[in-house]
């Protein structure tokens, strides 16, 4: 049972390039979520998805690109990548939304020079 | 806009002490809120939940309950464990329940 997991772990990227974080679930949830988690704001919840192909913006999506063509993939792209972003990202899945029970991968952390 | 606020740590409590981690929310409505919890190099996990006013939940001996009339949702534990340190993460998710706030963490050392 692989349940969420998360890919790479910990990614060093310089400023400008793009970065894609990776998130799969293994539970065919229909809703998936990014956050990022910095020190003092707790978690900030960037994109989510309903379903694929339908996505939507959270609290803090300047900056980011979410896709989600299959159901159990929700990739997160940084296009150019600044120092601002450097935080731990957390993907996280639900059967039916954020209602209901969260269920988070290991997370990645990133870091932007 | 919705939002969570819960108490600054860190929180440094002997085994079996009683513990007290408050959280205050700001909402449309009536949101559910919910407590999550981080163990160190891990994500964060369900602890309990509540979905209307004057529900109690409850999970591994934590409780915490929604109080409409003073916006409140505090986690209380009766007696911790060494294996309770970790952070823990007031959250609530709005009407939509599409949108979802957490407050900044409480940080929870209990030493033996």
């Known amino acids: 049972d692989a349940g969420i997991t998360q890919s790479p772990r910990y990614k060093i990227t310089e400023t400008g390039r793009q970065v894609t974080l990776m998130c799969h679930q293994t539970?065919?949830?229909?809703?998936m979520f990014w956050y990022r988690q910095d020190l003092g704001h707790g978690l900030r919840l960037i994109y989510y998805s309903a379903a694929a192909d339908i996505t939507d913006k959270g609290e803090v999506p300047d900056g980011y690109v979410v896709s989600r063509s299959k159901t159990e993939n929700f990739p997160l792209t940084l296009e150019s990548a600044t120092r601002s972003q450097t935080s731990v990202y957390f993907c996280a899945s639900s059967r039916q939304g954020a209602n209901y029970e969260q269920y988070f991968g290991p997370g990645t952390r990133l870091t932007v020079t | 806009g919705d939002s969570v606020t819960q108490m600054e740590g860190p929180v440094t409590l002997s085994e079996e002490a009683f513990l007290t981690i408050n959280c205050t929310y700001t909402a449309t409505g009536y949101p559910s809120l919910f407590w999550y919890v981080q163990y160190p190099g891990e994500g964060l996990q369900l602890l309990l939940k509540?979905?209307?006013?004057?529900d109690k939940g409850s999970n591994k001996g934590f409780e915490a309950t929604y109080r409409k009339e003073t916006t409140s949702f505090h986690l209380e534990k009766g007696s911790v464990q060494v294996s309770d340190s970790a952070v823990y993460f007031c959250a609530l998710s709005d009407l939509t329940g599409n949108q979802f706030y957490f407050g900044t963490g409480t940080s929870l050392t209990v030493i033996p």
């Open positions: 509540a979905t209307k006013a004057d």
């Open positions: 539970w065919s949830h229909s809703y």
